[in-house]
């Protein structure tokens, strides 16, 4: 998991995750179009591997960016489980993230680098799910 992921959720902003080897990682988000700037101290990872061969990576305090302000302003990051049901749609079950987000690490359709995404959950009545590839080494 190591190294620097990028998303992009419109045309302009950018999501990156910086990921260490010594379990922390530090979010940075620029969205200069809506005049938005977000950079987390170094937070808490860690990496949960599933009986269904599945892998999912907890960031702890990690914003959710891509969708509403109200979930990304959520000052302890992750979404709100009263008001939004996040699904893990490789396992077909509700993942809970009150304090942080989970990203699902699967295996790309395209050519990538190490050939894996870590894919955001996707919530419950929307169609729309985002990624992040690890940049270039």
């Known amino acids: 998991m190591v190294g620097t992921?990028?998303?992009?959720?419109?045309?302009?902003?950018s999501d990156l995750l910086l990921i260490r080897d010594d379990g922390t990682y530090?979010?940075?988000y620029d969205d200069?179009?809506?005049?938005?700037?977000?950079?987390?101290g170094?937070?808490?990872?860690?990496?949960?591997?599933?009986?269904?061969?599945?892998?999912?990576?907890h960031l702890n305090g990690m914003r959710r960016a891509g969708d509403l302000d109200s979930i990304f302003?959520?000052?302890?990051?992750?979404?709100?489980?009263?008001?939004?049901?996040?699904i893990d749609y490789c396992e077909n079950e509700v993942v809970e993230m009150p304090d942080g987000v989970v990203l699902i690490v699967t295996g790309a359709t395209y050519e990538t680098p190490r050939g894996i995404v870590?894919?955001?959950?996707r919530l419950a009545g929307?169609?729309?799910?985002?990624?992040?590839e690890l940049m270039e080494e």
């Open 32 to 40: 200069p179009d809506a005049r938005r700037h977000y950079e987390s």
């Open 73 to 86: 302003n959520r000052e302890s990051g992750g979404v709100d489980p009263e008001l939004f049901t996040a």
């Open 42 to 57: 170094w937070l808490k990872w860690d990496i949960e591997f599933r009986e269904s061969n599945f892998a999912r990576l």
């Open 26 to 28: 530090t979010q940075i």
């Open 5 to 13: 992921w990028a998303a992009s959720y419109s045309l302009n902003d």
């Open 126 to 132: 929307s169609e729309w799910t985002w990624s992040f």
């Open 118 to 121: 870590l894919r955001q959950t």
